[in-house]
């Protein structure tokens, strides 16, 4: 019989097998080319994407609610069921029965493991308490993650060669290997009596993002990273197909990216150490530079630009992660706060993504990073203005109560 110790040890090496194989895998590099296969367009792929980002934003609040009320190990076994259930979909519907089905089902699943996978995490290392250590452990768990996602996307291109639903399949497979480690976790809530409603979550979210000036910034700056980002495998594909790059080998681009991903993450905290608190503004504004940069290049050396995106990005992740779990002091709602901010931070994604399909459609995959670029400087330069002046705001606000206090 495990101890509670033993257990909650287990959880970090089980939850290290469930990152591994969930997610969409295969299906990340070749989705695209699969539904244009199927006689979608690019606008259509996009209204695919939206009509899926607008239910998971639905869906966040009462997902992250189902899993603080019924344990973060029965959500994601929910979320994981309905993602196999959304690839089934892929392969044997057609028109809009694949466009509905696979949004529906895709949506759910997404938002049931939204928030409830990393909630479960953090409860498990408080549990632990080495509160302290979560950075390195999730920068140690999306490393690995991202070194088996650039083995398994390599073969992605030469899958989708020999059959265009093995993608599909094998990432099925992957899901049910998630699902039996997902099965051996011990729930650091489990079944805990709980008669809060969901407008009592609803309310306790509103209080913590109210006047919580950090993490409406977190929110803001995620949010421009989940638009600009959330879409780079599918926009990569539309890249690299017009700059006649041969199919089959995309997946060496995507290992490749993904390499330089798990490398950047593994040695994120070296870089951190030197860079300090200057470490989030160099790389997001280097991020959306290079953004530009692959726009006007316009041919193969614009991966090269690509691939510095992806190092920012590995680097910039983790820390938002662990800064707004830290805001959190309430484990027993931290499954629906992240929802809600995950949620908030897809809306510009859901409901411009449609907008970006015939954006491109009409004008171009190079014109489109060229606007990334010089929107998203100006979405990150107001941000950091709004914190820093928040900050400086709030430091003269201190230093004048300091003074009337000294004169009383």
């Not at 959306?288 to 090269?304: D, E, K, P, Q, S």
């Amino acid at each position: 019989m495990k101890t509670e110790f033993e257990s909650l040890e287990n959880n970090i090496k089980l939850f290290k097998v469930y990152t591994l194989f969930s997610g969409k895998l295969f299906i990340a590099t070749t989705q695209v080319l699969f539904l244009t296969l199927k006689g979608f367009t690019f606008t259509q792929i996009m209204l695919i994407s939206s009509i899926t980002e607008i239910l998971g934003l639905i869906l966040e609040i009462p997902s992250g609610f189902f899993a603080d009320k019924y344990g973060n190990k029965l959500c994601l076994l929910v979320g994981i069921f309905f993602s196999v259930f959304g690839n089934i979909f892929a392969i044997v519907g057609t028109g809009n029965i694949l466009i509905f089905g696979f949004s529906i089902s895709s949506a759910i699943g997404g938002a049931m493991l939204s928030g409830a996978d990393q909630a479960f995490l953090y409860n498990t290392i408080l549990k632990l308490n080495r509160e302290d250590e979560f950075k390195d452990i999730w920068r140690d768990i999306s490393s690995k993650k991202m070194y088996f996602t650039a083995m398994v996307t390599v073969f992605s291109g030469f899958l989708f060669k020999i059959n265009v639903f093995l993608p599909f399949i094998s990432t099925t497979i992957c899901y049910i290997i998630a699902a039996i480690a997902v099965i051996g976790f011990k729930d650091v809530r489990g079944n805990v009596k709980d008669n809060k409603k969901l407008k009592e979550y609803v309310k306790i979210v509103y209080e913590f993002f109210h006047r919580n000036i950090p993490a409406q910034i977190l929110l803001v700056l995620d949010a421009c990273f989940v638009f600009l980002f959330l879409n780079q495998n599918v926009l990569l594909q539309e890249y690299v197909s017009n700059i006649t790059f041969p199919i089959e080998f995309i997946g060496i681009v995507f290992l490749i990216f993904n390499l330089i991903s798990a490398f950047s993450l593994k040695h994120g905290k070296a870089v951190e150490k030197i860079m300090k608190q200057y470490t989030m503004v160099f790389f997001t504004l280097l991020t959306v530079i290079c953004l530009m940069l692959a726009g006007v290049a316009a041919n193969i050396y614009g991966l090269f630009f690509l691939a510095i995106c992806r190092v920012c990005i590995a680097i910039i992740n983790p820390i938002v992660d662990t800064e707004i779990n830290r805001g959190i002091n309430r484990n027993d709602v931290r499954a629906t706060i992240l929802s809600f901010y995950n949620a908030g931070a897809s809306i510009p994604d859901a409901f411009l993504a449609p907008v970006l399909g015939s954006f491109i459609d009409t004008l171009g995959i190079f014109s489109a990073y060229k606007i990334f670029g010089l929107s998203g400087l100006v979405a990150v330069g107001i941000c950091f203005y709004s914190l820093i002046y928040g900050n400086c705001s709030g430091r003269r606000e201190n230093k004048a109560q300091n003074g009337r206090q000294a004169r009383l």
